[in-house]
């Protein structure tokens, strides 16, 4: 489904882009005032993906971009990016996950399962405002050390100012992936299945989750931005299927939590 030549045509077509607008304006591309946004969201989410039980976690919040005519939409979906290419309608760039490590440590339901090295995913993300209320986000990224899979993230928010200061928002999520992502964290090997119990599995790429998510979110200054959020997802595919999820686990997954961050602006030449 997913090849890793598409990620690296991808990350040539961020680079001639910038190269392509530094020529056409006689600046560099990073000339202008940009932004930016650091923060962190706690929140109660399952102990790893597939577990039927959650618990306490936190993650970072950051973003990077030049400054736009008007605020942007932001979600905590998204992951730490860097944009290249910005307009009124439409961003493009690179973006980065850190992806933790997993082992038996993380739930009992895992034990004779091999430990999932922490690691990272890289790659580059879209997003288009088709109207003033409506974002959509594309995220594609290749796994390094973690896994060796590729990611993909689609989602679109809707969103609207209850007032100047509280703004509703959620809409649909997806997430695909390829094999290698799915081998690492919901195959079971015959070694596996005989040391924890679970049937074998062998899982191919497809379609991980499906699911929506809403937040709420308040702007106490022109900086600071908080909010609270709710995800649900049902986990699909080969996700649904592992004998992880099916015995030990549940499809269904929820999150909830709250989160805060605050904007830097600030000028490059």
């Given at each position: 489904?997913?090849?890793?030549?598409?990620?690296?045509?991808?990350?040539?077509?961020?680079?001639?882009?910038?190269?392509?607008?530094?020529?056409?304006?006689?600046?560099?591309?990073?000339?202008g005032n940009w932004y930016l946004s650091v923060g962190a969201a706690g929140f109660s989410a399952p102990k790893f993906e597939g577990s039927k039980h959650n618990k306490l976690q936190w993650s970072p919040l950051i973003s990077v971009g030049k400054q736009g005519p008007g605020p942007r939409f932001s979600s905590r979906n998204d992951n730490p990016s860097f944009a290249l290419i910005e307009s009124d309608a439409?961003?493009?760039?690179?973006?980065?996950?850190?992806?933790?490590?997993?082992?038996?440590?993380?739930?009992?339901?895992?034990?004779?399962?091999?430990?999932?090295?922490?690691?990272?995913?890289?790659?580059?993300?879209?997003?288009?405002?088709?109207?003033?209320?409506?974002?959509?986000?594309?995220?594609?990224?290749?796994?390094?050390?973690?896994?060796?899979?590729?990611?993909?993230?689609?989602?679109?928010?809707?969103?609207?100012?209850?007032?100047?200061?509280?703004?509703?928002?959620?809409?649909?999520?997806?997430?695909?992936?390829?094999?290698?992502?799915?081998?690492?964290?919901?195959?079971?090997?015959?070694?596996?299945?005989?040391?924890?119990?679970?049937?074998?599995?062998?899982?191919?790429?497809?379609?991980?989750?499906?699911?929506?998510?809403?937040?709420?979110?308040?702007?106490?200054?022109?900086?600071?931005?908080?909010?609270?959020?709710?995800?649900?997802?049902?986990?699909?595919?080969?996700?649904?299927?592992?004998?992880?999820?099916?015995?030990?686990?549940?499809?269904?997954?929820?999150?909830?939590?709250?989160?805060?961050?605050?904007?830097?602006?600030?000028?490059?030449?």
């Open positions: 489904m997913f090849t890793k030549s598409r990620l690296l045509f991808t990350f040539g077509l961020f680079a001639a882009s910038a190269g392509a607008a530094s020529a056409g304006d006689g600046q560099h591309f990073w000339s439409f961003r493009v760039g690179i973006v980065g996950k850190f992806v933790p490590s997993r082992d038996s440590s993380d739930g009992r339901e895992l034990r004779g399962l091999k430990k999932v090295k922490w690691g990272v995913e890289a790659g580059g993300f879209a997003e288009a405002y088709p109207t003033d209320w409506l974002r959509a986000r594309v995220e594609v990224r290749q796994g390094i050390r973690a896994h060796s899979g590729l990611v993909a993230d689609a989602a679109v928010d809707a969103f609207t100012d209850i007032t100047p200061e509280l703004r509703l928002s959620g809409g649909p999520r997806m997430t695909l992936a390829s094999n290698d992502y799915f081998n690492t964290y919901y195959g079971v090997n015959a070694r596996e299945a005989a040391a924890s119990g679970l049937s074998r599995y062998n899982p191919g790429g497809g379609v991980k989750s499906v699911g929506a998510g809403g937040a709420l979110t308040w702007k106490p200054s022109e900086n600071w931005t908080t909010s609270t959020f709710l995800e649900y997802t049902r986990l699909t595919g080969p996700a649904g299927d592992s004998s992880l999820v099916r015995e030990r686990g549940d499809r269904n997954q929820l999150l909830i939590g709250v989160s805060a961050s605050y904007k830097f602006n600030f000028t490059m030449n």
